[in-house]
């Protein structure tokens, strides 16, 4: 087995994962020349989308080796848009970087970061960023990050200061200090007199968070012993690989600071893929190769690659796995690819040319797939949504083909064709998701879409019931046209639906002209007098008349058309909107505000309760006019530093009358159409 450890870097947006990943392959050596996230010469952001907008939008990988432990990082990007890359990319790691700003009202960013490796048992290391810019103490800003991590935060160092800027620190598992320098390790100084007392009560805070987990350090302590500083790093590294306590390092990514000392502290306690094996009840022992894809690549030259991480066994290049022939296995330096002639257990690996495989699937060696697939993440909610169309008309099919592509490789984006308003509609995380999307059908694929808000799939019903008789009647040269129905067209409850009846005696419409007075009024149903699709109401045929030569099933059908397009305006219509049930989750200190917001769009709370298993959180129930949730995600975001999100499903049609309905009818209805 390889040595291999991996570790995926996500935490909260711009909190400068790239950078830090930039500085750790360059202070291992991995790299001779330090890009930066603005110059979009970084191996992190190499996607031209994450170039173009100074941000990464997906996942990407790179290897590094420090001290002899081979190190593959997983750099994820952090808008919770991408949400769903780190996701993916996690269950391949053998630990979390997880990366901060040491600002306090950010910290709620990283709850649903902390949530995830809580709930799927991932070890994980926190590292505070940008101490170049920090303002207030650090030891003010554990508390607020540690309201929103189940597990215990612990210092692993403290800052030394010189006024306001940070020097230096001093590890409390060494309890050496060391001084900061540009570009190069730390180095090594005497603990200054004004650290003394703060790096005593953090050393005792550590060694009383380790000994929470053990109870002979726990009955050292009592004793007043001091375990020597091999045994600290013992309990420490135990605890990280049981996920039960989360070392807390400080530094400045962009110039290098502590980062040499991370990298150490990578080395020493990221567990072995082994060991994460077990975790995560995966049989490594035995040869027959197990991998599973984290992320899915389409080179811009149409190469597909799948990053897999190797659980098991050994795979040569051109091994068979669920069927397909792998082409080519290469290691990725962001998008630098080095050809390797096979992979093993432990590495992080792209496997050439597998198509078919997706996202989270488990591959194995056959023709067959596995038996038994490894877990998968659960995916997100879509929760944004526009309509496309091709810039250039005749593109449509090319359109298609391209995002069926693109979803290939962003399984958190879906596209469907709205049966109602025949629109071609994008799903995903949110604007900027969708923004990338079509970035990519641009750069890769050259296809221009335009975009639009999607239209909302409004229905109408009548209020009146009204007999109606309708007759068609042709005479020309030849056959004739005849046909005479007599409706009876009536409201029927919200949510039953249409109903045809019919109630002729004595055969004054025969029977085999009767299903095409269905299709008439069908067809008509489908655009009533307000110009959208009827529903709720039962129409019955009551009476009518034919002539024997010039009847036919055409001519019942546009009699029973003619009778609906004169009754139906009598009928008392009525524009219906689409109501959903939204669920919206946010931290409970949002929820007045969502309440607010849910009545400002004219939104009717059903309830409220915390929600299971999040600590601090609301969840709100409410219906909401489909109309109005378009750009719900976006307002929930921004009452939320990002973290609030919902789900919503359709529920029912209600009425929508006065200036609202004006105003649907004048942009979507009949009349604008004649316009
Ligand atoms: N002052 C300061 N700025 C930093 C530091 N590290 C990164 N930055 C800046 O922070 C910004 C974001 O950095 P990135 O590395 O792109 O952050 P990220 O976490 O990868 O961002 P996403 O992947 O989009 O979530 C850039 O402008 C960096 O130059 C640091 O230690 N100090
Ligand atoms: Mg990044």
């Known amino acids: 087995m390889s040595d291999t450890r991996t570790v995926a870097i996500v935490g909260a947006s711009l909190s400068g994962k790239t950078t830090l990943l930039e500085s750790l392959l360059f202070a291992a050596g991995a790299i001779g020349r330090k890009g930066a996230v603005k110059d979009g010469n970084t191996v992190g952001d190499s996607a031209p989308e994450a170039r173009e907008r100074q941000m990464s939008t997906e996942v990407s990988s790179a290897t590094a080796e420090h001290k002899g432990v081979a190190l593959a990082f997983l750099d994820c990007p952090g808008s919770v848009e991408f949400a769903a890359e780190a996701r993916n990319a996690l269950v391949g790691a053998d630990a979390a970087l997880v990366v901060c700003e040491p600002v306090m009202d950010r910290a709620p960013m990283l709850a649903p970061v902390f949530r995830f490796l809580a709930d799927n048992d991932i070890p994980h290391f926190l590292f505070i960023n940008k101490m170049d810019r920090a303002s207030g103490l650090v030891r003010d800003l554990i508390p607020a990050l540690q309201a929103v991590s189940d597990k215990p935060l612990v210092l692993h160092q403290v800052p030394i200061r010189d006024g306001d800027a940070i020097t230096g620190y001093v590890d409390l598992v060494s309890e050496k200090a060391y001084a900061y320098q540009d570009s190069a390790p730390s180095k090594v100084v005497d603990l200054p007199e004004a650290v003394k007392d703060r790096e005593e009560s953090a050393r005792t805070q550590l060694l009383e968070s380790l000994a929470d987990f053990d109870d002979t350090l726990l009955e050292m302590l009592l004793e007043d012993e001091v375990p020597s500083t091999s045994a600290v790093l013992d309990y420490l590294k135990r605890e990280v690989a049981a996920n039960q306590v989360v070392p807390v390092f400080l530094g400045v990514a962009e110039q290098e600071h502590g980062v040499r000392r991370l990298l150490d502290h990578l080395a020493e306690l990221v567990p072995t893929a082994d060991a994460t094996a077990q975790r995560r009840g995966i049989d490594s022992a035995g040869s027959e190769p197990l991998a599973q894809v984290l992320k899915t690549y389409l080179t811009p030259h149409g190469g597909k690659l799948s990053l897999a991480r190797v659980w098991r066994g050994v795979i040569p290049d051109g091994t068979v796995l669920n069927g397909e022939r792998v082409a080519g296995i290469y290691r990725l330096q962001g998008s630098h690819q080095t050809k390797l002639d096979r992979a093993e257990a432990g590495d ?203 009847s036919s099933e055409q001519s019942f059908k546009l009699a029973a058309r003619v009778a609906m397009v004169e009754g139906m305006p009598k009928c008392d219509p009525v524009l219906l909107e689409p109501i959903c049930q939204v669920k919206i989750a946010v931290p409970n200190d949002a929820t007045a505000k969502v309440h607010g917001l849910i009545s400002g769009r004219r939104g009717q709370i059903l309830g409220f309760h915390t929600k299971e298993a999040w600590d601090g959180w609301d969840e709100i129930e409410a219906y909401m006019p489909q109309a109005e949730i378009h750009n719900l995600i976006v307002e929930l975001r921004s009452l939320t530093l990002g973290v609030g999100w919902y789900t919503f499903a359709y529920d029912h049609l209600a009425e929508l009358t006065g200036r609202l309905a004006d105003q649907v009818l004048a942009q979507y209805g009949a009349k604008a159409e004649e316009g």
């Open 348 to 550: 992080v690996v792209a496997l050439g040319r597998l198509n078919g495989i997706k996202t989270g699937d488990t591959l194995v060696q056959g023709n067959a797939n596995p038996a038994e697939e490894l877990p998968r993440v659960e995916p997100l909610p879509a929760v944004y949504a526009l309509a496309v169309t091709a810039e250039e008309r005749g593109d449509e099919v090319k359109m298609s083909t391209a995002i069926a592509k693109v979803i290939e490789e962003d399984p958190l984006l879906s596209v469907e064709q709205n049966p109602d308003t025949q629109e071609f509609v994008l799903w995903g995380q949110g604007e900027i998701h969708l923004q990338v999307a079509l970035a990519r059908l641009r750069n890769k694929y050259n296809i221009r879409l335009t975009t639009r808000q999607p239209r909302v799939a409004y229905k109408e019903a009548i209020r009146k019931s009204v007999s109606q008789h309708g007759r068609f009647k042709r005479q020309t040269g030849g056959h004739g046209m005849y046909g005479d129905v007599h409706l009876d067209i009536k409201p029927r409850p919200r949510g039953s639906g249409f109903e045809f009846q019919q109630k002729v005696v004595g055969g004054v419409v025969p029977r085999q002209y009767i299903p095409a007075v269905e299709t008439g009024v069908k067809e008509f149903l489908r655009k009533g007098p307000l110009g959208f699709p009827v529903v709720d109401l039962s129409v019955t045929l009551t009476d009518g008349g034919y002539h024997s030569v010039d």
